[in-house]
């Protein structure tokens, strides 16, 4: 096997990134080689590209391979590795978990008190070849297609917020209009929701979150989203809100939108802290919480597959542009230009396998 591969390098403290000439990963023991066939682009790999405020905070090891999600074949096992094989095809849990600590021990690997994250912590899988810990390893049905492998990390997300607790003849009000809101509309659908409102600002997107089965779509910059929703719930307001976009005016439109003993699930970052009236919208109201952090390891990966390899979920609309790794900076662009004209970005190191 060569000892080098090419990767795409954060290498210095700054905007942007290159694509190098880089040494293979040195497996551990309790590690596997992987051979990346597709790596998709996630909002995190655009924050640390970018180089805003958090990556300025939270990238310690500079150089650094970027990328988290993706989808390839097992070509090196460590000593210690006892499930996995060469030969598997495999994507990846991008939370590491210690599997030590109070949380490990007791069933919230993906809390865990001592979390790494692939891309983040440590080098990514924007490469020929990436290296992860057994522990996240997750086999995948030889049928997947590489391009929806890849994106199961992400999709995770909004099956776990989606279906943490049924939405089965529901109203379901989806705030945001990133591929995470748009992976929502189809969970909700596969999860037999009754009507999916989504409510978001980018037209293009929106139009993939009603192909992913979102009833209709509302644009926050344009309608009274707000009274439309209580309109349509004859007041009542829906029974589940997802947000997926986060800040003030997501949580404002979340909390007078749901209806009093409705679910809200909570998985968009806000810039920093937001006001909320606890008393009304929470306490009197009645509604059920859930902070939504990665997915549960491995209960939503199992829930995903069956969803995936049933043809109940079918994601493709998601997936809008397929490049080689060599243009990276393409695939960036695309994710950061406004008006936003792309779903999931997905990156093949082997052009061989685009198709
Ligand atoms: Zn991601
Ligand atoms: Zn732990």
Avoid at 238 to 250: E, I, S, T, Y
Avoid at 328 to 338: A, I, P, Y
Wanted: overall charge positive; some cysteine; hydrophobic content about 40%.
């Amino acid at each position: 096997m060569a000892e080098t591969m090419k990767a795409v390098v954060k290498n210095k403290a700054g905007s942007g990134a290159e694509l190098v000439e880089t040494k293979i990963p040195a497996l551990k023991s309790d590690e596997v080689l992987v051979k990346v066939i597709a790596t998709s682009i996630c909002g995190t790999d655009v924050h640390i590209y970018e180089w805003n405020d958090w990556a300025k905070g939270r990238i310690k090891n500079i150089p650094q391979i970027l990328g988290h999600e993706f989808a390839g074949e097992v070509v090196a096992t460590g000593k210690n590795v006892k499930n996995i094989k060469v030969g598997d095809y495999i994507s990846a849990e991008t939370h590491i978990p210690c599997q030590r600590c109070y949380q490990c021990l007791t069933g919230n690997m993906h809390i865990c008190n001592n979390l790494k994250i692939l891309g983040v912590d440590r080098d990514g899988c924007f490469a020929e070849y990436v290296a992860v810990p057994e522990i996240v390893a997750w086999k995948n049905d030889k049928k997947l297609l590489p391009e929806f492998a890849s994106v199961q990390e992400p999709l995770g997300n909004a099956v776990y917020c989606t279906l943490v607790e049924p939405v089965t003849g529901k109203s379901v009000l989806i705030i945001g209009d990133g591929p995470l809101a748009l992976f929502s509309c189809g969970v909700a659908r596969a999860g037999g929701a009754a009507n999916i409102f989504l409510a978001g600002m980018e037209e293009f997107r929106m139009n993939i979150g009603l192909k992913m089965g979102a009833t209709e779509y509302f644009n926050v910059n344009k309608e009274k989203v707000d009274e439309i929703i209580l309109k349509k719930t004859n007041g009542l307001g829906v029974d589940v809100v997802l947000d997926m976009a986060g800040g003030q005016q997501a949580l404002n439109l979340a909390l007078s939108t749901i209806r009093k003993g409705g679910r809200f699930s909570a998985f968009g970052l806000a810039s920093g802290p937001v006001k909320i009236d606890i008393n009304e919208n929470v306490i009197f109201k009645g509604i059920t919480v859930y902070g939504i952090n990665g997915r549960l390891m491995f209960d939503t990966w199992f829930k995903m597959a069956n969803l995936l390899n049933s043809g109940k979920l079918d994601i493709t609309p998601v997936v809008t542009h397929k490049l080689p790794l060599e243009e990276f900076k393409k695939g960036f662009s695309l994710m950061m230009n406004t008006p936003k004209l792309c779903g999931k970005v997905v990156l093949y190191p082997d052009s061989k396998f685009l198709k």
